[in-house]
Nanobody, 116 residues
């Protein structure tokens, strides 16, 4: 089992920055990849960015050049640095972890609101 806890959400003005964190605990060595998803009101959950155990990253086209996903293995924590935020980035952001056994874990989410 893996437990995921997100933090760092909040209200930010357009053009501003926020850094989200996802602290992982439990069977850390079972994690194959971790990622950030988001769900805006009335919309489906969508992938934002993913980072594999080997450090490879991939981003949704809508956030390329603005968001950076990273991780600190010593702290068992994944981050999402979000820059040049837009109102369309407003959503609940969820941390996800996939295990080598095919298990899927989710955090409870953190709300990001981009508004003036």
């Amino acid at each position: 089992q893996v437990q995921l806890v997100e933090s760092g959400g909040g209200l930010v003005q357009p053009g501003g920055s926020l850094r989200l964190s996802c602290a992982a605990s439990g069977s850390i060595l079972s994690i194959k990849a971790m990622g950030w998803f988001r769900q805006a009101p009335g919309k489906q959950r969508e992938l934002v960015a993913v980072i594999t155990s080997g450090g490879s990253t991939n981003y949704a086209d809508s956030v390329k050049g603005r968001f950076i996903i990273s991780r600190d293995n010593a702290k068992n924590t994944m981050y999402l640095q979000m820059n040049s935020l837009k109102p369309l980035d407003t959503a609940v952001y969820y941390c996800n972890a996939d295990s080598w056994m095919g298990e899927d874990y989710w955090g409870k989410g953190t709300l990001v609101t981009v508004s003036s």
